[in-house]
């Protein structure tokens, strides 16, 4: 299969283009298209066999279900069983945005989108490619992130071209994406609603709106949950990695710093190429210890850390290091949704100081 590209102005996408994409959707094609937050991998939701294609171009297990796209939140109730008067408050605070709601679904999705489960996760993007686009096709879109699964989200054209070259229809490329990290997933079909999925959206912000909010152990999880503890489907499979193996420190700033030289140092000295995934303050910090220093951002600017973790860890990663040694960040804001993505990243490899 050739892969298309398309280049569009990411504020003002050109129509023959966003018409070319949608009916590539319609037709049961695959077109990776950017939202706010990564790349996501579209294919026509209520169409069963392009969402079997869609699973199958990723590589994706079949348990573990997409995010439904809609363009506007009128377009949610023909795929759920019911409205919880939390989500019009969700919707009408959030949407367009970063965060996703799970809902009881009705019968007109096809299981194959959701995985065989009776609820389905749906959200309304804030970019205007992505709405254009789901606009045009007038269908839901079932899109995961671009990527092959397990590895980084795309937060570019090019990283979705790395991993799906060959095995998708088109990519509408409109540059990189602002956020950086999936949006935030709520489960409202179940009670106290819970955060499944720390992402775009701040857990405090969200709070300020629903109370009674939890966060589902897995959010902050240190190691792999107990199969019985699991409620989202993603919450099993391994995510985020590189190729190169990824070692994160944890603790107060002096001790991060001694010990992630300690660790580069002593990983040189087997013979091993290192790279640290620094920030801004600390990364002169690293220069002599290893052979690829990068800053994810300001420790005091987390918006900016969340925006190049993905980037980073491809980047890093394409240098063939043989470890990731990346600092913690505190886990406020979205900081906890960046250290949610680093502990997973790292498949728990974690190492904590004081
Ligand atoms: O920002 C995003 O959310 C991006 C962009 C493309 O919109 N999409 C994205 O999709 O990250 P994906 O498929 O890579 O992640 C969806 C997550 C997975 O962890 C999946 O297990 C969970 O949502 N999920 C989907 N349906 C669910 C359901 N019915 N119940 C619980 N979790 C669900
Ligand atoms: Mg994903």
Redesign the pocket.
């Known amino acids: 299969m050739k892969t298309l590209l398309l280049d569009v102005n990411p504020e003002n996408p050109d129509p023959a283009k966003i018409q070319a994409a949608a009916r590539i959707i319609q037709a049961g094609g695959l077109v990776a298209?950017p939202?706010?937050?990564?790349?996501?991998?579209?294919a026509d939701a209520l169409n069963a066999k392009a969402v079997q294609a869609l699973f199958e171009a990723k590589k994706?297990p079949l348990d573990?279900?997409?995010?439904?796209?809609v363009a506007d939140p009128k377009d949610v109730s023909p795929l759920i069983k019911e409205m919880p008067k939390k989500a019009k408050v969700l919707m009408e605070q959030f949407w367009p945005g970063?965060l996703?709601l799970?809902?009881k679904?009705s019968n007109i999705v096809p299981s194959v989108t959701?995985?065989g489960?009776?609820?389905?996760?749906i959200?309304m993007?804030k970019h205007k490619v992505?709405l254009a686009l789901i606009r045009q096709t007038q269908r839901p879109i079932a899109?995961?992130?671009?990527?092959l699964a397990g590895k980084p989200?795309p937060t570019t054209a090019q990283h979705v071209y790395e991993d799906l070259d060959g095995r998708i229809d088109a990519i509408l490329d409109g540059g990189p994406t602002t956020?950086g990290?999936?949006?935030?997933?709520i489960?409202l079909?179940v009670e106290p609603p819970m955060l499944?999925?720390p992402?775009?959206t701040p857990f405090e912000a969200l709070k300020e709106v629903l109370c009674n909010l939890r966060l589902h152990p897995f959010v902050q999880a240190e190691q792999e949950l107990p199969l019985d503890k699991i409620?989202?489907?993603?919450?099993k499979?391994k995510?985020y990695a590189p190729k190169a193996q990824v070692v994160l420190v944890e603790g107060s700033m002096p001790a991060v710093i001694e010990k992630i030289r300690f660790l580069a140092q002593s990983r040189r000295q087997k013979g091993e190429k290192v790279g640290i995934l620094a920030t801004d303050e600390t990364q002169h910090a690293y220069k002599a210890q290893a052979d690829v220093v990068r800053s994810l951002g300001s420790r005091f600017n987390l918006a900016t850390v969340a925006q190049s973790l993905f980037r980073l860890l491809r980047e890093v990663d394409a240098q063939n290091v043989d470890v990731i040694i990346a600092e913690g960040v505190p886990s406020e804001g979205l900081g906890l949704a960046v250290m949610n993505r680093l502990r997973k990243a790292s498949g728990y490899h974690i190492v904590k100081v004081q």
């Open positions: 298209f939202t706010e937050t990564v790349y996501g991998l579209g994706r573990n279900p997409p995010i439904v796209h970063p996703t799970i809902f679904r959701v995985a489960l009776d609820t389905i996760a959200r993007p992505a899109a995961p992130s671009a990527n989200s956020i990290v999936e949006s935030s997933v489960d079909s499944l999925r992402g775009g409620r989202s489907p993603g919450m499979h995510h």
